[in-house]
């Protein structure tokens, strides 16, 4: 079992409201909590965010304890906020 502690505020929420079965092992599932924490730090070249903003990615999207993607904050928020968004197709 994942020790909760250990874990940064944000990945702790999500814990707690998806639980922890499978925690860091499989990501990316519909039932999974999305939250994002800051990128760390790395000398050398920034990466460009992907959402066409021209700005270096900053922060990384996680689900459960997996990270599945990275960008800049605001690409980083729409696409936590998207994961209780469904789509009708039309």
Known sequence: MTDLNQLSASARSAAMRGGTAGWG???GLAEHI???ELRPKRPGRKPKCNCGCGTPKTHTGFANGVCLT???EMSMRRWVKAAGVRRVAP
């Open 25 to 27: 092992q499989v990501g």
């Open 34 to 36: 999305r939250y994002m």
């Open 70 to 72: 990275s960008g800049c």
